[in-house]
């Protein structure tokens, strides 16, 4: 199957002119899949024409704001574009509960299903499978329970197996490595550059170039870099303490899409 990772929202928990808050989705053969929701993603969608039609999912890896707030709006759209099919949701069993009376208010009689999936970010564990694809949560070490995602096909015939591995924030952990040994493409945040590396331990978060080892730790084909903190415009330094440590870097430019 080809495999697409859209970026919609590149940036951390400050909006800039540059970026907004963490989104991007995830074609895998038929399917699409949303992860995490910042505030502005239905913005970044319609005017990129990213199509709805076949997202089915939404995985949202923890419950800052910068990584949900962007669910109400988008719930809301989808019903007055008259979906009819399921969304479903995986997450925290909190998000729930604090978009519950939002919903009530603003969101009363929907056109369609909304399916609320409780997961426990503190655990390995497949969340979602079908015939064709599997997603296990990735436990991760943030100030809140926090988790990624792998994502990888499942194939009855020899065709080549895509898998792609999204490490939201966390401060630098190794016990990640052994799950995601050689995915096609990491994505691992990359909040800070070197300069404000011990901003890390009190906001668990990483930096660009612990980004990199990683990826060389675990042997990934490709690594993207983002979540970057407003405190650096110039995102190409990012890249250069990355690049460092892995050769196979990419940053992560909102509306662009990559192809693996």
Known sequence: MNATLTILGAGSALPTWQNTPACQILNLGDKSFMIDCGEGAQLTMRQMGVKVSRLYSIFISHLHGDHCFGLIGLISTFDMMNRTQPLHIYAHGDLEKTLRPLLDYHCQNLRYELVFHTINPRHREVVFSDRTVTVESIPLKHTVPACGFLFYEHHRDSEPRKRYAYVSDTMYT?????????????????????????RCQATMHSTARQAGRIARLAEAGRLIIGHYSSRENDHNVFLREALEEFPATELAVERQSYAF
Do not use: M, N, R, Y
């Not at 990491?186 to 011990?198: G, I, Q």
């Open 174 to 198: 190794e016990k990640i490595i052994e799950q995601i040994q050689g995915v096609d493409v990491l994505f691992h945040e990359a909040t800070f550059t070197d300069e404000w590396e011990s």
